[in-house]
Each structure stands twice: as structure tokens, then as C-alpha cells.
């Protein structure tokens, strides 16, 4: 019933996580917890699981402190982990307003880390393989989570879509989580 799109780090096992024996979800890990529309890879694994495991639920989750995270907005090359990462660089000059509440500080991280699962589960609303789905009346929710490798909790960021028309709203509403934790600064 799971699909968990996760990053490549050994400390978020979700299996483990989730309380799940092997077998109960289904896995893709990558640098960063990254969907991106050009990713055959990451888009057969969806694919595979919605038409044919038929999955409930898709959940994007980051961690924080994550390294994939920090290299992108790193100043210093790190090789072709780069390009990769470009994904990642592009959604912090888009929400750099909002990150400037924290910038500076160890927050600023965390907050690119919820953005960044926010991004890509909102990049998973958008494939042609949940929109398909969707179309065709299956039950379909995508969730956007984020680790504590400090406290192994598991934090929802207010992102859970199961339906076309619920997208924008549900990203808009996301968003605006994230910032009202800026104006309790």
C-alpha cells in the first residue's frame, strides 16, 4: 500500500521507520529525495508502483540535516553531484524571502529540507502517472514528511493530496506552514 520515495542516507531506513517488516514498502532512494520529471528511474518506480502494486499512499520524505541538501547551497564545487543538486539550489532562489527569516542559522537547513520535500511531492501530484491515476478514480494520497535523525520522529508538513483539483491549495497551504513558523521567530 506504501511507496516511499526517500533519500539515499543509511540512517532513514523506512522499513524501519515505519515499523514495517521488508516487503510491506515499497522503496526508491536517491541523493536528496529528489522527483524529477526527467528521472526514468524514479518515474518507473511510480509507475510501477501505482499500476501495478496499486499503492494508497506515496510518501516524499527528506531528513534534516541532510548533506545533499547543504551541498547545493554550498558556494564551493562538489563535482557532478552538482548538477544534480541544481534541483535544489533552483527551489532555495525561489523561496529566498522566506528562508530569510532564518538565514544565518542552523534553521535555515531545516526549512530548505521541508521545502525541498514539499517541492518534490508536489512534483509527484504532477507526473502523468498520478494524474492518470487520479483520472481513473484510484485511491491515491501523497504525503510530504520529514525525519529527526535527532529524535526519530517523523514531522507531516501539512501536504497530503488525493486529488488533481487539491494541488495548488494543498502546495499553497504547505508553504504557508512554513512561513507562519517564520513569523514566530
Same mark, same amino acid.
Not at 485511491?139 to 514528511?145: D, G, N, P, R, Y
Given at each position: 500500500e506504501y511507496l516511499w520515495i526517500g533519500c539515499s542516507d543509511s540512517r532513514v531506513p523506512a522499513n524501519e521507520i515505519m515499523g514495517m517488516l521488508p516487503g510491506d514498502v515499497f522503496v526508491h532512494r536517491n541523493v536528496s529525495n529528489l522527483v524529477i520529471h526527467t528521472d526514468m528511474n524514479c518515474l518507473s518506480v511510480i509507475q510501477y508502483a501505482v499500476t501495478v502494486l496499486k499503492v494508497k499512499h506515496i510518501m516524499v520524505v527528506g531528513h534534516y540535516g541532510c548533506g545533499g541538501v547543504r551541498a547545493a547551497i554550498e558556494s564551493k564545487p562538489h563535482g557532478l553531484i552538482d548538477n544534480w543538486l541544481r534541483n535544489i539550489r533552483s527551489i532555495d532562489m525561489s523561496h529566498r524571502e522566506l528562508l530569510s527569516a532564518w #538565514?544565518? @542559522?542552523d534553521q535555515y537547513l531545516d526549512r530548505l529540507c521541508e521545502l525541498n520535500v514539499i517541492e518534490q511531492a508536489y512534483n509527484v501530484c504532477? &507526473? &502523468?502517472i498520478t494524474q492518470d491515476a487520479w483520472e481513473k478514480g484510484q485511491?491515491? &494520497?501523497?504525503?510530504?514528511?520529514v525525519y529527526g535523525l535527532d529524535n526519530g520522529l517523523i514531522q507531516d508538513l501539512n501536504f497530503c493530496i488525493s486529488a488533481q483539483d487539491s494541488i495548488e491549495a494543498g502546495y499553497v497551504e504547505a508553504i504557508e506552514s512554513i512561513n507562519q513558523l @517564520?513569523? #514566530?521567530r
Open positions: #538565514k544565518g @542559522s504532477n &507526473t &502523468t485511491e491515491l &494520497t501523497i504525503h510530504a514528511w @517564520s513569523q #514566530k
